[in-house]
């Protein structure tokens, strides 16, 4: 029978080099297959990363984690190790979400708990601490949430004897509400927002309005993604901070049909475009020719030109509730809608994105009162 090995420790130590600060080094054995051992080690980091031995002791505890992957021991881990291991081997490849997580982890979560033991950090420290954080309810949420995907980890890793999640017991106040509804513009007003946008962000806005797109798959998208003799547009990217990555999800990835009115639009806007910006991209930015940065442009000119026809604070994402509400509007099949909004789940379709327009809400209302009502009332 196979003998369950101990959990290692190991030893740190510090180690002079002949060029360079001195480094510490996490000591080790390893367990072969003919029973033996030999010893390893691992370089924790420099004497300027981790002054003290007692610094690099804590820093080496994501290295323990791996190398006793087959041992876990619960009582000799940290939250700032787990959260280490996660950000090495669990972080989501799409840039945008693994920006956001790491961002939570750093700046937030690692300084509170990362020298707490796993077993230490209770639900209600945890709710208490997000209680008085300065932030919104949404983010609380995001922090909440962030530290029960780190736990779900440590868990799997079995790090911790819970049977069940303990950030499942921390709640966060109005963290379900949504703080602002985006706007949905009739199709009048769609048409007045247009008239205050100058080029290339009125052809922006005109993609994302009648293909309900994200503003990232907007300026995701290049040349070659549409096909205009079967009239479909392909969705293969998106631009998020700076970077080319895959779509939102794996939904995001159904093409949409393409018009011909659409289509007389984009090439006018292609005919515009400079040599020095004829590329790739649909919408190259002036300075760089790279996609162009969307929140500058909502701040310039989105935001003025809602208020100029009367609507509440415009964002690019108004354009695409707009299409979902439209869609209904016009009484569009419901599987329909789900489709070309490419929901992996039709209650976001109809939960979230699609809302009935007051005068849809008032000849409801109307009929039924007619039917319930003697005639003459």
């Not at 509170?112 to 309810?137: F, M, N, R």
Request: proline share 5%; net charge positive.
């Amino acid at each position: 029978m196979f003998k369950r090995q101990r959990y290692q420790f190991g030893s740190v130590e510090r180690k002079a080099r002949k060029k360079g600060p001195d480094v510490w080094a996490l000591r080790y054995r390893e367990h072969l297959l003919d029973g033996t051992n030999c010893h390893k080690s691992l370089i924790v980091g420099t004497v300027a990363q981790h002054a003290t031995e007692s610094q690099a002791r804590r820093a080496a505890q994501t290295l323990l984690l791996r190398i006793n992957a087959a041992n876990p021991c619960a009582g000799a881990v940290t939250f700032g190790a787990v959260i280490e291991r996660y950000l090495a081997e669990e972080l989501p490849g799409r840039h945008s979400t693994a920006r956001g997580y790491r961002s939570w982890l750093k700046n937030h979560i690692k300084p509170k708990w990362g020298e707490y033991s796993l077993e230490q950090i209770k639900p209600l420290a945890v709710e208490q601490w997000l209680k008085g954080l300065d932030l919104a309810p949404k983010s609380k949420g995001h922090l909440k949430n962030q530290m029960r995907i780190v736990f779900n980890c440590a868990m799997r890793w079995e790090l911790l004897p819970y049977q069940t999640n303990p950030m499942g017991f921390v709640r966060v106040k109005d963290v379900s509400k949504r703080v602002r509804q985006p706007a949905v513009l009739t199709i009048e007003q769609f048409r007045q927002v247009l008239e205050h946008i100058p080029e290339p962000y009125r052809t922006m806005c005109i993609v994302a309005g009648c293909l309900g797109l994200r503003i990232s798959e907007v300026l995701g998208l290049q040349w070659r993604d549409f096909d205009w003799e079967t009239r479909q547009v392909q969705i293969r990217r998106s631009w998020v901070c700076g970077r080319a990555g895959e779509p939102k999800t794996e939904n995001s990835r159904r093409p949409m049909p393409g018009d011909l009115a659409l289509e007389k639009i984009l090439r006018e806007h292609r005919r515009r475009l400079p040599s020095s910006l004829q590329s790739e991209w649909v919408f190259p930015s002036k300075r760089t020719g790279m996609p162009a940065h969307p929140w500058s442009a909502q701040r310039r000119w989105l935001l003025q030109a809602g208020e100029k026809v009367g609507t509440m604070r415009l964002g690019w994402h108004a354009f695409r509730h707009t299409y979902s509400t439209l869609l209904n509007e016009h009484g569009t099949d419901v599987k329909v809608q789900q489709e070309l909004l490419r929901h992996a789940d039709i209650r976001t379709t109809m939960n979230v994105y699609t809302r009935a327009v007051p005068e849809r809400l008032r000849k409801a209302n109307s009929k039924l009162v007619r039917l319930l009502l003697p005639t003459g009332t």
